[in-house]
């Protein structure tokens, strides 16, 4: 796919090409299982056809939505917690403007989030800054039961009643739920809220193409059929018919999964543009929750470069050997800037006059990147042409295939998140949730 490759060349220094080869066959035999339907947590695996499964009717539905919604609100509050906001929110950082919120004047609603903690302060400075903006909010939840989104709407609900009445509110709120059954499904019915379904097989964190992503991206203005294009691209470009040598999901599969079988337990996945900072927060729920399993799986963690050059570099550069680096270059910026000429020259940087910064920032990436193989850290390249909805729908469709295609190379279920139920059980308890007492006290007792 031309607008984004793959580049493994320097990891040949820590596996070579011919441990490469021969995962191919294991590694397409992976991606068969995807498409087959016949791996672990087979029941999951909606999202794989989901881009190029979208119809016109779909989109206009989801685009008249939002419409809706955002004709009489200034903001939106995006209700929902890991996979329900974290891919609607790292497209929408991708592509807006750095500075968007100093501006006077929008042509669409500001778009914030809520659901995603239990924090008291953050709720309440919330509500308190959008006290005199016009409201409106999405909730996306299957069950409608999940505390962190559950608490919010509720408070978030109990506002936008209070302000505009019942019957007016039902036409500010809009739901993305299961089809048949839940708490949201019940309310949403019996309100009359405008609703939308996220499939049964498809998981909270594959979800960004599902209602739960595009509705909120649709209100926020940007072309989700574009951002659908690149992915639908980008699912045919990684199908179980392409061999593995022009399969990019499958490289990348097989050179993270090689170099953790070499004890290289950490990737760090790194951009040179904060507009990737919430990528890369998508991204690490993504591998986290699909992989941490059965003692497996390789850490995900994430820098902004240069910036945490000055923070995480030393250790990067100099740490425990057992990370490797995936970098997301971005060949052509939007805009040009150019360093000029100081007469006086204090700070010494006269040698850069004349260049754009994005010549010095992509001449620090490689330095960078030359440094940290020499200091013993491999490093995988996602060459980006340009940050726009095509390119971001295709990274993330791409991603998602790659995460299948390792968990199962690990030898697990990718779809699952089993210990995810653990402190939830212990929240409910030491919160005397009905059926939970004889655990609270217990844990009481160890507190």
Aim: overall charge negative; charged content about 30%.
């Amino acid at each position: 796919m031309e607008k984004i490759k793959i580049n493994i060349d320097n990891i040949y220094d820590f596996v070579s090409k011919d441990e490469i080869n021969a995962m191919k066959q294991e590694i397409e035999s992976c991606n068969a299982l995807v498409h087959s339907g016949e791996g672990k947590g087979n029941d999951f695996l909606g999202w794989v056809n989901l881009p190029s499964s979208i119809t016109d009717e779909e989109f206009t539905a989801i685009k008249k939505a939002a419409k809706n919604l955002s004709k009489d609100a200034e903001v939106i509050i995006v209700i929902g917690i890991g996979g329900s906001y974290l891919g609607s929110k790292a497209v929408l950082t991708a592509l807006a403007d750095n500075f968007d919120f100093l501006k006077h004047k929008k042509k669409d609603p500001v778009i914030v989030f809520a659901g995603q903690n239990i924090s008291e302060d953050y709720i309440h400075e919330l509500l308190k800054a959008v006290k005199k903006n016009e409201i409106a909010a999405i909730v996306i939840s299957k069950s409608g039961t999940t505390t962190e989104p559950a608490i919010a709407f509720r408070i978030i609900k109990n506002e936008i009643e209070k302000r505009y009445g019942k019957k007016q509110a039902a036409k500010r709120i809009a739901a993305v739920t299961d089809a048949k059954r839940g708490a949201l499904k019940t309310l949403a019915d019996q309100e009359g809220y405008e609703s939308f379904v996220i499939p049964d097989n498809v998981g909270g964190r594959f979800s960004v193409f599902t209602p739960g992503g595009l509705l909120p991206l649709a209100a926020a203005g940007v072309d989700i059929k574009e951002l659908i294009k690149g992915a639908r691209d980008m699912e045919a470009a990684t199908g179980a018919d392409i061999p593995f040598e022009n399969n990019p999901a499958c490289i990348y599969a097989a050179a993270r999964n090689a170099l953790y079988r070499k004890g290289k337990k950490i990737e760090i996945l790194a951009s040179y543009d904060p507009k990737l900072l919430y990528i890369a927060e998508w991204w690490k729920q993504l591998y986290g929750e699909s992989e941490g399993k059965e003692g497996k799986g390789i850490f995900p963690a994430s820098v902004t470069l240069t910036a945490d050059l000055h923070s995480m570099g030393q250790y990067i550069q100099d740490g425990e050997r057992t990370i490797f680096e995936t970098v997301i270059s971005v060949d052509k910026p939007d805009s040009e800037v150019i360093v000029e000429k100081d007469t006086d020259n204090l700070d010494g940087l006269n040698f850069l006059a004349g260049k754009r910064i994005s010549e010095i920032n992509k001449m620090a990436e490689l330095g960078t990147q030359i440094a940290h193989i020499d200091g013993g850290v491999p490093n995988i390249r996602i060459e980006l042409e340009k940050i726009n909805e095509y390119t971001i729908g295709a990274l993330l469709y791409f991603f998602e295939k790659a995460c299948a295609i390792s968990g199962y190379a690990l030898g697990i279920n990718p779809f699952d998140q089993p210990g995810v139920e653990d402190y939830k059980k212990n929240m409910f308890a030491l919160l005397d949730k009905p059926g939970y007492e004889k655990e609270g006290e217990e844990l009481r007792k160890r507190l």
